[in-house]
């Protein structure tokens, strides 16, 4: 357990299995108040299935996930909206709206989820195109005319468009070049700080999670099998964790090569 | 392979897909009722279903009046029942032409570019995306295309009504030689009220089943480009089996003696 007072978010024995596949497997996990958490694994192990069940995109089966000490699995709609409206995410492949513009993609939340003038939201997306480093001329093109890294700047400038207490992301840097991405990961570090905000983090990309992270956490087989500040996973002591952040084929984890 | 697993397998799928399409209807239907209504997407499917339809259906419409009329000729033309044609002609057309040939030539446009363009947020997280920022994707993205559907078929059938109804007389006038005053006054004096509406509480019924049919498989594609192409085709193909399905049940309604 890491939380020295009450957590922001607090997982206890989540469980999700899709058929007979069990995803997670009684997962438990604390983000502190205004600590950046990083959740490190392989592909398949259940990071993203696990920000799913946490936003309330997917169901678990059992366990509790609180948030503001509010548990939210089994919420209604209109109980969940007043908990999304604290949050951001910024998706993998930063699931922009492809039939607007850049400009309204940003103010998306702010328009139609909470009623803003289209006029204020306008120019509350150029604001925060500004704080990704985009400039005002950016806004009025489409998602198809900006390259990946412009992509990602743009679900960033969305994710904290309604300066929200709590921000996921997922795999911010995926599909970058590794300079395109340590932009990035500097934009996440700089406007979370700006913020205050609490943050999880989903990712593979150790030189991100280096970067981003108070806290790194690793899941394997639905289960967090360590957590730890990020000054100590260099010398975690975990045989699983000293594989993955090294990156080597040989050791406890064993990849499923073959389908199935 | 143990034929009476499959059969069990084929049977719970089956009802399967019934309860969750009939879920999926209720939560559809429910969201169009309910406010927020999102004016400028409604705006938008509305002239996307309506007017950009417009040539395909009046194309449709035309050659299909200009055929009836031909081919009614020279069938009636071996029993002397030559004036029939003009009543033929706009009988066919309002009640079950004009409805039908929209129906599935709108579900071929429609319905595929909706379950493509849903299918397409689905698999990009795009719907996810959209939970998120506070907005119900049944409300943003089902609802104004439900409403549209079914309030621009009806519209588009009466033009295909009047356009077919021309192709008609086109033809029986310019190439068979027929009084048009004559023509006019056949195809007026025959055509009851009843007739048309018919062919607009079919359109309306149609534009639904497009509309749910291509939101509902976009809505659960998944895997990639290969399941949006797979959503586009079930929803061309179920819906145009619904509107035949439903043209039936509807007429016997109407109609039935």
Do not use: H, R
């Given at each position: 357990m890491m939380a020295d007072k009450q957590p922001k978010i607090a997982i206890k024995g989540l469980h999700k299995q899709f058929g007979k596949k069990i995803v997670l497997n009684g997962l438990d996990l604390e983000v502190p108040d205004g600590q950046s958490v990083v959740i490190i694994g392989g592909s398949g192990t259940g990071k993203s299935v696990l920000i799913k069940n946490i936003l309330g995109l997917l169901s678990p089966e059992k366990g509790s996930i609180l948030i503001d000490n509010q548990d939210v699995v089994g919420m209604n709609r209109a109980e969940r909206e007043s908990i999304l409206q604290k949050v951001g995410i910024l998706f993998q492949n930063a699931a922009l709206f492809d039939s607007l513009q850049v400009w309204e993609n940003v103010a998306f939340g702010l328009i139609e989820g909470r009623g803003m003038k289209r006029k204020q939201g306008h120019e509350i997306a150029i604001d925060k195109l500004a704080d990704v480093?985009?400039?005002?001329?950016?806004?009025?093109?489409?998602?198809?005319?900006?390259?990946g890294g412009m992509r990602k700047r743009v679900g960033l400038a969305r994710a904290i468009a309604a300066d929200p207490e709590i921000i996921f992301f997922d795999e911010p840097t995926t599909g970058l070049d590794p300079i395109m991405g340590d932009v990035i990961n500097d934009l996440i570090v700089d406007r979370v700080r700006h913020l205050g905000a609490t943050t999880l983090t989903i990712t593979h990309d150790m030189a991100s999670a280096r970067k981003i992270a108070d806290k790194i956490a690793m899941i394997y087989k639905g289960k967090i099998i360590w957590a730890g500040p990020v000054s100590d996973i260099d010398n975690s002591g975990n045989d699983f964790v000293d594989q993955f952040i090294n990156g080597r084929?040989?050791?406890?984890i064993q990849m499923d090569v073959r389908a199935g | 392979m143990n034929p009476l697993a499959s059969i069990g397998r084929t049977t719970i799928s089956f009802f399967n897909t019934i309860g969750r399409i009939s879920l999926f209807t209720c939560r559809a239907v429910f969201h169009c009722f309910?406010?927020?209504?999102y004016g400028r997407l409604l705006v938008r499917q509305l002239i996307e279903i309506g007017y950009y339809s417009l040539p395909v259906v009046g194309l449709t419409a035309i050659f299909t009046g200009m055929v009836l009329a031909l081919q009614s000729y020279t069938g009636f033309v071996r029993f002397n029942a030559e004036g029939a044609v003009a009543s033929v002609v706009v009988l066919s057309i309002t009640r079950e032409l004009a409805p039908v040939l929209a129906g599935l030539m709108v579900s071929g446009r429609i319905g595929a570019a909706m379950a493509a363009e849903i299918g397409t947020m689905s698999v990009t997280e795009q719907i996810d995306a959209l939970t998120t920022l506070s907005t119900n994707p049944f409300k943003y993205l089902v609802a104004p295309r439900l409403i549209a559907g079914v309030l621009m078929l009806p519209l588009l059938v009466l033009v295909a009504d009047i356009i077919g109804v021309c192709g008609g007389y086109i033809v029986s006038v310019?190439?068979?030689?027929?009084n048009p005053t004559v023509y006019l006054e056949r195809t007026w004096d025959i055509l009851e009220p009843l007739d048309v509406v018919s062919g607009l509480v079919k359109a309306a019924v149609f534009g639904f089943l497009i509309s749910l049919m291509g939101c509902y498989h976009g809505y659960h594609s998944r895997g990639g480009a290969q399941g949006v192409g797979a959503a586009t085709t079930n929803a061309v193909v179920s819906a145009s089996v619904l509107i035949l399905a439903f043209n039936y049940i509807i007429t016997e309604l109407f109609f039935a003696i």
């Open positions: 480093g985009l400039g005002p001329d950016i806004g009025s093109l489409f998602p198809s005319e900006l390259s084929a040989d050791g406890p | 309910v406010p927020p209504v310019y190439k068979l030689g027929f």
